[in-house]
């Protein structure tokens, strides 16, 4: 755990103490521990080696902060990292900048091995993510559509009023509980705020009860 | 140097990274070493640069991040290798290799390195605005004030100003160069400039030695007066 011993300041060591294990792998929240505000910040660290980073990239539509680029730091151990099919030798020390359209991933070659991750978009404000954000995701997940519902349009109202990523997820929770007309008009709102937002839901499983839906199909053609 | 192997990354090994130019004036940094992470990388939506140093000593000068007319960054430190002593507002932090710490803008701090082969990653940033990044040509302007070159320190300095027109200290250090280089016009012009935008400045102008060749001209005096 982070420990604050005062106001100003707040000091957490990436020990393999701090953070959630998920198959051997420890994830740290970093920004919500230590309560940076200016910009991203995770560690990942694998208790015995292997998948340290799923493979991914930060351009697409994302909720907040589209289009980061980020910097991974070897804190500890060795890394393999895998960018746009391009293997990189990454020993302690080592800082990787990933721009964002780019597909990255890493593994961890010796137990113990941690990277630091930083992320920021260039020439915008990072904007941090209300706690009910989190608690919205995992109501989702446990599949409480409409308490995820509720807390979404909490963040909303709460000074993100036209964040299209968290709009479109309503629309998602409201098409899982069939209320189409709802979900549209949502979807359509949201692809208004991003039109981005109509890569994702062309494909997204979320929005199936809404695909044969005509005014659905006018929103992403 | 960075090695630019693909479009859509580069990397760096911290160790292999040459000193950049000393950041405080006439070069005076105790055998410390900076690294510019930041333009090394090429990275534009947050600051970060590394300070490291053989043995033991000090890493990071006792200041905060508030100053004149700039927006307060919040840092993050991340401690690479060896140990490190923090003093965080009067509280000693003790931290080694994996530490991370998070300070906000008004803390006083400073740190220490314990032993040899400390390496600090400092990470910069103001919460709720976009990081502005300064022009490569304000590093290699203070090198060339550090070189004692005060013609080129101005030259590179006006094409940092043009990037950055906004940005009050590159202003106020184009008035340094310019009044270390004998332009006292222009040096006069430019400080006016910096306090129109923030009148705080004229506390740091008032004592400032880059300034003195400006001390005795009435419109120097009438400004700090």
Same mark, same amino acid.
Request: with cysteine.
């Given at each position: *755990?982070?420990?604050?011993?005062?106001?100003?300041?707040?000091?957490?060591?990436?020990?393999?103490?701090?953070?959630?294990?998920?198959?051997?792998?420890?994830?740290?929240?970093?920004?919500?521990?230590?309560?940076?505000?200016?910009?991203?910040?995770?560690?990942?660290?694998?208790?015995?080696?292997?998948?340290?980073?799923?493979?991914?990239?930060?351009?697409?539509? =994302?909720?907040?902060?589209?289009?980061?680029?980020?910097?991974?730091?070897?804190?500890?151990?060795?890394?393999?990292?895998?960018?746009?099919?391009?293997?990189?030798?990454?020993?302690?020390?080592?800082?990787?900048?990933?721009?964002?359209?780019?597909?990255?991933?890493?593994?961890?070659?010796?137990?113990?091995?941690?990277?630091?991750?930083?992320?920021?978009?260039?020439?915008?404000?990072?904007?941090?993510?209300?706690?009910? !954000?989190?608690?919205?995701?995992?109501?989702?997940?446990?599949?409480?559509?409409?308490?995820?519902?509720?807390?979404?349009?909490?963040?909303?109202?709460?000074?993100?009023?036209?964040?299209?990523?968290?709009?479109?997820?309503?629309?998602?929770?409201?098409?899982?509980?069939?209320?189409?007309?709802?979900?549209?008009? =949502?979807?359509?709102?949201?692809?208004?705020?991003?039109?981005?937002?109509?890569?994702?839901?062309?494909?997204?499983?979320?929005?199936?009860?809404?695909?044969?839906?005509?005014?659905?199909?006018?929103?992403?053609? | *140097?960075?090695?630019?192997?693909?479009?859509?990354?580069?990397?760096?090994?911290?160790?292999?990274?040459?000193?950049?130019?000393?950041?405080?004036?006439?070069?005076?940094?105790?055998?410390?070493?900076?690294?510019?992470?930041?333009?090394?990388?090429?990275?534009?939506?947050?600051?970060?640069?590394?300070?490291?140093?053989?043995?033991?000593?000090?890493?990071?000068?006792? =200041?905060?991040?508030?100053? !004149?007319?700039?927006?307060?960054?919040?840092?993050?430190?991340?401690?690479?290798?060896?140990?490190?002593?923090?003093?965080?507002?009067?509280?000693?932090?003790?931290?080694?290799?994996?530490?991370?710490?998070?300070?906000?803008?008004?803390?006083?701090?400073?740190?220490?390195?314990?032993?040899?082969?400390?390496?600090?990653?400092?990470?910069?940033?103001?919460?709720?605005?976009?990081?502005?990044?300064?022009?490569?040509?304000?590093?290699?302007? !203070?090198?060339?004030?550090?070189?004692?070159?005060?013609?080129?320190?101005?030259?590179?300095?006006?094409?940092?100003?043009?990037?950055?027109?906004?940005?009050?200290?590159?202003?106020?250090?184009?008035?340094?160069?310019?009044?270390?280089?004998?332009?006292?016009?222009?040096?006069?012009?430019?400080?006016?400039?910096?306090?129109?935008?923030?009148?705080?400045?004229?506390?740091?102008?008032?004592?400032?030695?880059?300034?003195?060749?400006?001390?005795?001209?009435?419109?120097?005096?009438?400004?700090?007066?």
């Amino acid at each position: *755990m982070a420990t604050a011993t005062g106001t100003g300041f707040s000091v957490l060591t990436l020990d393999g103490t701090t953070g959630d294990e998920n198959e051997g792998r420890i994830r740290v929240d970093v920004r919500r521990e230590l309560g940076i505000q200016a910009f991203g910040t995770n560690a990942y660290r694998s208790v015995e080696g292997g998948e340290l980073i799923r493979e991914h990239d930060e351009a697409g539509f =994302h909720i907040g902060n589209n289009d980061q680029e980020e910097l991974y730091v070897v804190v500890e151990g060795r890394a393999t990292f895998n960018v746009d099919g391009e293997k990189i030798d990454a020993p302690s020390g080592t800082a990787v900048l990933v721009r964002p359209e780019s597909k990255r991933s890493a593994v961890a070659e010796e137990p113990g091995t941690t990277v630091l991750a930083v992320g920021s978009t260039p020439g915008e404000a990072y904007l941090v993510l209300p706690d009910e !954000f989190a608690a919205a995701f995992e109501a989702y997940n446990e599949k409480d559509y409409e308490r995820s519902i509720e807390l979404y349009q909490g963040i909303l109202a709460s000074g993100f009023p036209n964040e299209a990523g968290i709009i479109y997820n309503i629309a998602c929770n409201e098409a899982l509980l069939g209320r189409t007309d709802n979900a549209i008009e =949502h979807l359509k709102t949201a692809i208004e705020a991003n039109p981005r937002a109509v890569e994702l839901a062309r494909t997204d499983s979320d929005l199936d009860s809404i695909r044969e839906d005509e005014r659905f199909k006018g929103l992403v053609s | *140097m960075a090695t630019a192997t693909g479009k859509g990354y580069r990397v760096i090994g911290l160790d292999d990274l040459r000193a950049a130019p000393a950041f405080t004036p006439r070069g005076n940094d105790d055998g410390r070493e900076r690294l510019d992470v930041r333009n090394e990388l090429g990275i534009t939506s947050f600051g970060i640069n590394a300070v490291r140093i053989p043995g033991a000593g000090e890493l990071v000068r006792e =200041h905060t991040e508030k100053s !004149f007319g700039l927006s307060e960054q919040e840092e993050l430190y991340i401690v690479l290798g060896g140990s490190a002593t923090f003093v965080l507002d009067g509280e000693e932090v003790e931290t080694s290799a994996g530490s991370l710490v998070y300070v906000r803008p008004e803390v006083k701090r400073s740190a220490i390195a314990a032993d040899g082969g400390t390496t600090l990653l400092i990470v910069g940033g103001t919460p709720g605005e976009a990081y502005q990044p300064l022009p490569p040509e304000a590093a290699e302007a !203070f090198a060339a004030y550090n070189a004692g070159d005060y013609e080129q320190a101005v030259a590179k300095q006006l094409r940092a100003v043009e990037q950055v027109p906004d940005h009050l200290i590159v202003l106020y250090n184009l008035a340094c160069f310019e009044a270390r280089a004998g332009k006292t016009d222009d040096a006069i012009e430019h400080l006016k400039a910096a306090a129109d935008r923030d009148r705080e400045i004229l506390e740091l102008a008032r004592d400032d030695t880059d300034l003195d060749s400006l001390r005795g001209d009435p419109r120097f005096k009438e400004l700090v007066a």
